[in-house]
C-alpha cells in the first residue's frame, strides 16, 4: 500500500506563477527552481484524452517541496488552492488498481489504466476530499534535477 511518508511535495494551483512566487517565496522561507513548461501537457482523464498548457515551478528547499503550477484544464486554478500532495511510488499501477479496488477515484493521469497510467496519476478517496499524486520513482532523479 501507500506509504505516505514518501510525500515529497505539496502541489498549489496558482493563476500567475511569477506572482506566487513572489508572494510565497519570502513568507514561506524557501526559493525557487527555475520554471519549466509543457505546451501542452498531453493527459489522459476518465472523459477521454486532454491537452492543456502548464507551467510548473518546486521549491528548492525540502524534503517536502512546494509546487506551484499555473495551468488549464485538470489544473486552472479556479479557485487558485491546495490541489494535491505528491507520493514518490516503485509500482504506481499497482498501487493505483489496488487504491481504486478500495473505491478511489482516478482524476487524470499520463496515460489511460490501459496503457499503464504512466509517470503520474491523481486519485481520490471515496469520501472526496483531497487528491493523491501518485509518481513513479523512475523519474525521481529528473524531477530533483528540476529543483536543484
Not at 50 to 55: D, F, Q, S, V
Not at 130 to 141: G, H, R
Request: aromatic share 10%.
Amino acid at each position: 500500500m501507500i506509504d505516505y511518508q514518501r510525500i515529497f511535495h505539496t502541489g498549489i494551483l496558482v493563476p500567475n506563477l511569477e506572482v506566487a512566487m513572489q508572494e510565497m517565496g519570502a513568507s514561506l522561507g524557501v526559493t525557487w527552481a527555475t520554471p519549466w513548461s509543457y505546451e501542452p501537457m498531453e493527459y489522459w482523464t476518465p472523459a477521454g484524452k486532454a491537452r492543456a498548457p502548464l507551467r510548473v515551478t518546486y521549491s528548492k528547499q525540502g524534503p517536502q517541496h512546494v509546487e506551484l503550477i499555473q495551468g488549464g484544464g485538470f489544473w486552472a486554478a479556479t479557485p487558485p488552492r491546495v490541489h494535491h500532495v505528491g507520493v514518490w511510488t516503485d509500482t504506481l499501477a499497482a498501487e493505483a488498481r489496488a487504491l481504486m479496488q478500495q473505491g478511489w477515484t482516478l482524476e487524470a493521469a499520463l496515460l489511460s489504466p490501459e496503457e499503464g497510467f504512466g509517470r503520474f496519476c491523481y486519485i481520490r478517496p471515496p469520501s472526496g476530499g483531497m487528491l493523491l499524486e501518485l509518481v513513479s520513482t523512475e523519474i525521481k532523479a529528473l524531477m530533483e534535477s528540476r529543483w536543484v
